[in-house]
């Protein structure tokens, strides 16, 4: 066996785990793949002569391409919920294996990828390493390029962000779960009349800048229309996750684990009364929000 076949085999040993590991930090089977194929690139260039640990080499590799690719996406403009949402099937199309992707994204769960995905890009390396992996600090400090005391905070908060600790419960969480719940399915199963029935007749619906197909803030008034903003965007709500957001409720929108647009509501006895849909990334940075059970 020539030495490029040896290295070869070492590495396919690796791949199933560093496709793992990137797919929790990524949240995309394609760029995880991407990052796996660079690592074989540079260990290829490299060698393994020298390397004592090749499975820690790899992962630490793997790790630091994707820390950089979560810098690259976050210094991004990103999308509105409109374009993602219609380009959803394309980009499914164009994936060698979208069914793969879609396994992957059950084993790990789309609610802990949206979570991850709020999660700053050193955060994320620091969690996932250390909470699904049981990396120590001390080998996730050089890759985030902190101490290991910094890397144990970063990992910390992230925790906290995850599991939604440190936040207020929501008053009346049981009445107005049902609600939202209620307006969910009938979304789902584009049922208008019922979505009449959720709804205050005067409710208002306002989407941010980004959320608005028309790129200015957008206001939809009164039961009727805002039911038919609902019924057209159905297939978002495909994507949609119950969460609290702040001292309220509202659901997370995040086609194959992007966080898009968050939607709170405003529950006033059985009825909603009010909409706010929130897409720009700097407001969607500053929420304070945490998944809630299924």
């Known amino acids: ?62 790790s630091r391409l994707c820390l950089d690719m979560l810098r690259s996406r976050a210094s991004r403009r990103e999308e509105s919920i409109e374009s993602q949402l219609t380009g959803l099937a394309a980009i499914r199309a164009a994936e060698h294996d979208p069914e793969h992707e879609a396994l992957l994204a059950d084993a790990v769960g789309i609610a802990m990828l949206v979570v991850l995905d709020m999660l700053a890009p050193a955060e994320r390396v620091a969690f996932v390493l250390h909470d699904m992996f049981d990396v120590p600090f001390e080998a996730i400090a050089p890759i985030v ?63 941010d800048r980004v959320a608005s197909p028309t790129g200015a803030a957008l206001e939809l008034r009164g039961a009727k229309a805002v039911a038919r903003g609902a019924i057209a965007g159905a297939k978002g709500a495909r994507f949609a996750a119950l969460a609290r957001v702040g001292d309220t409720l509202g659901l997370l929108v995040a086609p194959r684990g992007r966080l898009a647009v968050v939607i709170a509501f405003t529950v006033e006895g059985d009825k909603v009364v009010a909409l706010e849909a929130i897409s720009d990334p700097e407001r969607l940075r500053a929420l304070d929000l945490a998944l809630l059970d299924a």
């Open 1 to 62: 066996m020539s030495e490029q076949d040896s290295l070869t085999r070492r590495f396919e040993e690796h791949r199933g785990h560093l496709r793992a590991t990137a797919y929790r930090m990524l949240g995309s089977a394609s760029e995880a793949d991407d990052a796996v194929q660079e690592t074989w690139l540079r260990l290829s260039r490299a060698g393994a002569s020298g390397v004592e640990n090749l499975g820690s080499w790899l992962s630490t590799v793997v």
């Open 145 to 207: 390029e902190r101490t290991p005391t910094a890397t144990r905070q970063l990992a910390s908060r992230a925790r906290r962000r995850v599991h939604g600790s440190e936040q207020p419960p929501v008053a009346d969480l049981a009445r107005q779960r049902e609600v939202v719940d209620a307006y969910l399915a009938a979304s789902r199963a584009g049922d208008f009349d019922r979505l009449l029935a959720v709804l205050d007749p005067d409710i208002r619906l306002r989407l």
